[in-house]
């Protein structure tokens, strides 16, 4: 039967005390609602019910007042006040808020969760601010090495060389998740040392391609990475290994890619570079976010190394070497492809951010 849209709760109601006063029985109530109103009709427990109310001398049809305090909390105004306060002070507590605005913490969380929907997250942290210069720079090299590779033969990928160096430790820590362990309810978990400053370790300077390793070189004990040792050792085994790939060509056409770290950019390291017939990728400041070996390399290979201990140079070198050469060559060809990823993440997060500043 069709419904009857226009009859709301409330006038089935005075539909019921109306009936109730002739002294018509709930199921017969009941029954002529569902005639009229159909599907839209009231259960027959709350006609039962509102027809007792109405013969126990109710006259009312409206809701009868709640106890309790009004719900003030969650008004305009404390929204207001509430996205004013979280847009200035984006640390504060949910404690914080409540007190600045003058609501219980529940009604704080409601209006931070329902309301705004909001939600607190932790900050992400990078190893450097950048100025507003360097966003420029950062979002130009990115643009220049996307107008040549990006779209290209995918070949072209492989003429890039890059590299950097790391500190390797004889004993490496374990992973973070590794570290967890099996424990009865109330026991306390063992404590184990992150990282110890002054363990044994070896700075390493490792270069590879899109099809693989390069050169993996410890630097001398008691030495550190500078320009004089970048020209005469590591470009040296680059030069050695291209030698040993393309006998006729060596590092000619290829590019190298790596930071802006001092010992990269001396005057010496440049011209070796140039006399090997090589070219540099421009790469932005303080941006570990888009060197390979950062968001790659090093971690994959400090993660295959974590919770070993290696007895001397050698025997760390050697595990080195080993897990390097048996890195898949797509893998190395993939890091690459991600590069041209992230350079286009750049582009995206900072053309908006300079549309907007």
Not at 71 to 87: F, M, P, Q
Not at 240 to 245: C, E, N
């Amino acid at each position: 039967m069709a419904s009857c849209p226009n009859l709301s709760e409330l006038e089935q109601r005075t539909y019921i005390k109306f009936r109730t006063i002739l002294e018509i029985p709930p199921k017969s109530i009941h029954d002529e609602l569902a005639t009229i109103c159909g599907e839209d009709t009231l259960s027959y427990s709350t006609v039962r019910r509102w027809v007792s109310l109405f013969r126990e001398g109710r006259t009312s049809v409206q809701d009868a007042p709640r106890p309790g305090a009004p719900k003030l909390a969650t008004n305009n105004d404390k929204l207001s006040e509430v996205k004013e306060y979280v847009e200035s002070f984006p640390h504060s507590s949910v404690e914080e808020v409540a007190n600045y605005v003058g609501i219980s913490t529940g009604s704080a969380h409601t209006i931070l969760k329902a309301d705004l929907e909001l939600r607190k997250v932790q900050v992400r942290r990078v190893p450097h601010c950048l100025s507003f210069p360097q966003k420029a720079a950062r979002l130009q090299m990115a643009k220049e090495n996307l107008e040549i590779y990006e779209g290209s033969d995918p070949r072209r990928l492989l003429e890039i060389v890059t590299g950097d160096t790391t500190w390797i430790q004889f004993k490496p820590p374990i992973r973070k998740q590794d570290g967890r362990v099996w424990l009865k309810k109330g026991e306390v978990p063992p404590a184990v040392c992150v990282s110890d400053f002054h363990a044994p370790k070896v700075l390493y300077c490792i270069i590879f391609d899109g099809l693989g390793s390069v050169a993996q070189i410890p630097v001398p004990k008691g030495q550190t990475l500078t320009g004089q040792f970048y020209t005469d050792v590591v470009l040296p085994e680059v030069e050695k290994h291209y030698l040993k790939r393309r006998p006729k060509n060596g590092t000619r056409g290829h590019k190298i890619l790596h930071d802006n770290a001092r010992p990269h950019k001396s005057l010496a390291v440049r011209q070796k570079i140039k006399d090997m017939g090589m070219h540099e990728v421009p790469h932005p400041p303080y941006s570990p976010d888009i060197a390979p070996c950062d968001f790659w390399l090093f971690r994959k290979l400090k993660d295959n190394l974590s919770g070993c201990e290696f007895e001397d140079r050698l025997s760390l070198g050697r595990a080195i070497y080993r897990y390097l050469e048996v890195i898949p060559k797509d893998e190395y060809r993939k890091t690459f492809e991600n590069w041209i990823k992230r350079l286009n993440s750049v582009i995206a997060y900072k053309g908006d951010y300079f549309e907007h500043s």
